[in-house]
C-alpha cells in the first residue's frame, strides 16, 4: 500500500470548509479505513475539557464502549501522557491494553498537536498481526497536521 497517494484525498476532505470539522473528521476516519485493508478501526481522540482524559469524537468502525479514556490507560491513555507515536505489532504483548474488540491484534495511536500542545490523536486498531510501518506513522502525522490546521 502506497500511503502517499492518500495525502492528496485526504488534503481534499480537509479543504471542504462546506461541511462541519467534525464531517471531515468522521469523513477522513471513514476514508482511511476504506482505503487502507489493515486500517479495521479509525477514530480520533481529543482531551476532554481541562479533565484528564481522551473523549472519543468522529470513528470509522465497530462500536466502541471506551469512549472516555483517563491519561495513562491504555495505549491512547499513555500517548496523552507522553506525546509520542506508540505503535503495538501484538496488543496481546501489552500489559496497559484496553481491548475494544477480540479482532484487534495490533493497533498505532499518533499523537495530535496544535501549537506545541497534545490536544488528541488519531488511533488505529488492526485485524493483522504486525502491519504498522514507519510509512504509516509518517503518513498519519501528515494526516493529524492537516486536522490541526481545521482545528
Known sequence: MNLE????????????YNKSVEDRLTAVCEFLKSSVDYYNWVGFYFRNGDKEELKLSSFAGEPTD???IPFGKGICGQVAVSNKNFVVPDVKAQDNYIACSINVKSEIVVPLFLKGENIGQIDIDSHAVDPFSEEDERFLEFVNEKVAEIL
Not at 5 to 16: E, F, G, M, R, T
Request: proline share 7%; net charge neutral.
Open 66 to 68: 471506551h469512549t472516555i
Open 5 to 16: 497517494s492518500l495525502k492528496q484525498p485526504v488534503y481534499n476532505i480537509i479543504a471542504d
